[in-house]
């Protein structure tokens, strides 16, 4: 049995790397807001593809192509770190339709309500991120002390 203590990965703690991650994060999104007047919610800009108005197309693709092309960046001066997803394959697609319905329902996902409505003080993005981190507490909560899980 586990014991009942948190443990933390020192090597995995990187505090300074997330700090500039989650402030290149914000830039970018602020960047968007002020050049195009749009939010940066994934769900949104993809969600715009799907449906596309005409010229809105352009921005949106920059937008997801920027996401793909940047860990390849990366390689160029780094590695990257391991993937390592202890979850089957059924499981990842599962949780992926759970996600994108969710999306739908709650107008926006974690990235749109949580980066960029919580920094316009959007009451209904304080509503959607407390209830997005309400859900995940309870479900690692769940998983590891109710199921014995990792």
């Not at 949104?44 to 197309?57: E, F, H, K, N, Q």
């Not at 979850?87 to 999306?103: H, K, N, Q």
């Not at 309500?113 to 997005?132: D, E, Q, W, Y």
């Amino acid at each position: 049995m586990r014991s009942p203590l948190m443990s933390i990965d020192w090597n995995a703690f990187t505090p300074w790397a997330s700090l500039a991650g989650g402030g290149m994060i914000g830039l970018a999104a602020l960047w968007l807001l002020h050049t195009n007047g749009r939010i940066a919610g994934i769900s949104g800009i993809v969600g715009g593809l799907l449906r596309p108005a005409p010229m809105d197309s352009g921005w949106r693709i920059a937008f997801i192509l920027g996401m793909l092309i940047a860990p390849v960046a990366w390689t160029l001066v780094g590695t990257l770190p391991p993937m390592i997803i202890d979850a089957d394959f059924p499981l990842l697609i599962a949780a992926g339709l759970i996600v994108g319905i969710s999306t739908r329902y709650g107008a926006g996902c974690t990235s749109g309500h949580g980066v960029c409505g919580m920094s316009r003080l959007s009451p209904r993005s304080l509503v959607a991120t407390l209830a997005f981190m309400t859900s995940g507490f309870i479900t690692v909560f769940v998983v590891r002390h109710l199921l014995g899980g990792v």
